[in-house]
């Protein structure tokens, strides 16, 4: 529950990147709104590691439950300020620094959240059954995603004058009061056994991040580009792709936003379908194959999404949604790490990967499409990080049939 609504809080930027845009840098080119839309969005990301590292030291040394509550309150009292701000036409240039600190704030505690939320599933779930728990986690952040977009998308069903004088607010300040439900919630839940056991037995670490990079940096480095290649889809099909149609193809936003709640189902489904499988076949086999549906499939989603038929962006959706379920696997990202430092290396690998290149991925797939003028160029750039992903994960054992490190 919590999970879900903190990527909700997160989402609601994605649908409403454009408006954003438009009311706190003013520009006249649909392209520098665009542009400016999708900076403001990479912000988030770039930085999440310092949020991975902040509360996943934290959670090492302290426990997992009392931290990933914090971040819960964070997102949410973030989110609920953006609702409040004043647009640039009342304060000028203070708008945008103040919403581009607000989102910043909202990047620390996704990076802490990602991070731990997974590994606290992951360390409470029964043996032979942490892929089907930790599915949940990826499904939630999909669910939470939709449930961000959809609101987003609700709220454009409204005249441009309604939405743009103060309805854009409504879903940011719905954040505090689904945030306190998550919460409380938490607050309610039990320490992970495995943090108890490990503090019972003095396997703290000292220096977390130190650790990871010495002694667990294969695992890390695996861990970056699988995550790399999932976050990338992610955002390039469900965050980019409406925003581009919406912007430069005359498409209606609800419409859009639409096939990506849809596509956003696809993923939540294919997450707990493909995670109890995994429990069976193991982690590699299952997010190899998501790998190459990446790699295979992008070309032909991206030209189905752009045909301008909706039930095409809907199908082209659904079938990479289908495929990013699979490819973030949480069981097999918290495996590649030890329980005395698990939240740090997990949050680390997370965060860097979805800072360098899925938080980046509106952004740099408006350029490189801008730049080649081939609508065809991010689904490339998607298929060649998937392809790296695929090779980095050919070296890893399979990790699904042992105890947790």
């Known amino acids: 529950m919590g999970n879900a609504v903190e990527w909700y809080d997160f989402a609601i930027y994605g649908a409403l990147g454009v408006v954003l845009a438009q009311l706190f840098l003013p520009a006249s080119d649909p392209d520098t709104v665009l542009l400016a839309a999708f900076a403001l969005y990479a912000t988030a990301f770039l930085v999440r590691p310092l949020g991975a590292v902040v509360f996943g030291r934290r959670a090492d040394a302290r426990g997992r439950r009392g931290v990933f509550t914090s971040t819960l309150l964070l997102m949410s009292l973030a989110t609920a300020a953006v609702g409040l701000l004043p647009v640039y036409a009342a304060i000028g240039l203070v708008a945008p ?29 029964p043996a032979g059954r942490r892929g089907a728990f930790a599915a949940w986690h990826t499904a939630t952040l999909a669910l939470g995603l939709a449930a961000g977009l959809g609101v987003g998308g609700l709220v454009q069903l409204l005249p441009d004058d309604q939405v743009t004088a103060g309805w854009w607010r409504a879903p940011f300040l719905l954040a505090l009061p689904l945030g306190m439900v998550g919460v409380l919630l938490r607050r309610r839940g039990l320490e992970s056994p ?34 790399a290649a999932g976050s990338l889809a992610f955002n390039m099909f469900f965050v980019y792709l409406p925003n581009h149609l919406v912007a430069t193809r005359d498409w209606a936003a609800p419409e859009a936003l639409l096939a990506s709640v849809i596509g956003l189902a696809a993923a939540a489904v294919s997450a707990l379908v493909l995670g109890r499988l995994s429990d069976r076949l193991g982690r590699r086999p299952v997010v190899m194959g998501s790998l190459v549906g990446l790699v295979v499939g992008s070309g032909p989603v991206m030209a189905l999404a752009h045909t301008d038929a909706l039930p095409a962006i809907v199908l082209a959706e659904v079938l990479v949604g ?62 060649g990080v998937a392809v790296v992903a695929l090779a980095a994960l050919r070296a890893w054992p399979e990790t699904a049939f042992g105890d947790l490190p």
């Open 97 to 125: 620094v103040a919403l581009l600190v607000l989102r910043g704030t909202q990047g620390l505690a996704a990076g802490g959240e990602l991070g731990l939320a997974a590994v606290f599933i992951v360390e409470s779930a």
């Open 194 to 227: 495995l943090f108890l056991h490990a503090r019972s037995t003095a396997a703290r670490q000292p220096a977390p991040v130190r650790v990871v990079w010495s002694d667990h940096r294969r695992g890390a480095l695996t861990g970056f580009a699988v995550i």
């Open 322 to 383: 289908v495929a990013v379920g699979g490819v973030l696997s949480v069981s097999l990202l918290a495996e590649m790490f030890p329980t005395a430092v698990r939240a740090t290396g997990l949050g680390l690998t997370a965060g860097m990967a979805t800072a360098l290149v899925g938080g980046t991925a509106p952004l740099v797939g408006q350029v490189v499409e801008t730049a080649t003028g081939h609508d065809f160029a991010p689904a490339a750039y998607v298929a």
